[in-house]
């Protein structure tokens, strides 16, 4: 069965960064748009930032500037480099591609941002 494997989360102080990373079990992915959500406590989850198979982007406007998505199609793995983090952008982070109506999660990654 397909998957998505994240990775990359952690605890980090304001202004700090991370990278996560997502890889998908299965190349198909990578003919597809995918994107990074996020979910925090007593919040909906919502889109981060998405990533067309060409490379077009798109992002959240509280993150405009600070992140930025880009995939390795051979390598079946979408990124998202996060900059100048802020403690609301602690939640838990999931990676996301819609095959046809088929739609794919990955298990998620906690991004805790704190001092």
């Known amino acids: 069965q397909a998957q998505l494997v994240e990775s990359g989360g952690g605890l980090v102080q304001p202004g700090g960064s991370l990278r996560l990373s997502c890889v998908a079990s299965?190349?198909?992915?990578?003919?597809?748009?995918m994107g990074w959500f996020r979910q925090a406590p007593g919040n909906q989850r919502e889109l981060v930032a998405s990533?067309?198979?060409?490379?077009?982007?798109n992002y959240l406007d509280s993150v405009k500037g600070r992140f930025t998505i880009s995939r390795d199609n051979a390598k079946n793995t979408v990124y998202l480099q996060m900059n100048s983090l802020k403690p609301e952008d602690t939640a838990v982070y999931y990676c996301?591609?819609?095959?046809?109506?088929?739609?794919?999660w990955g298990q998620g990654t906690r991004v805790t941002v704190s001092s």
């Open positions: 996301n591609v819609a095959v046809g109506v088929a739609v794919y």
């Open positions: 990533i067309t198979r060409g490379g077009t982007t």
């Open positions: 299965e190349s198909i992915f990578s003919m597809y748009a």
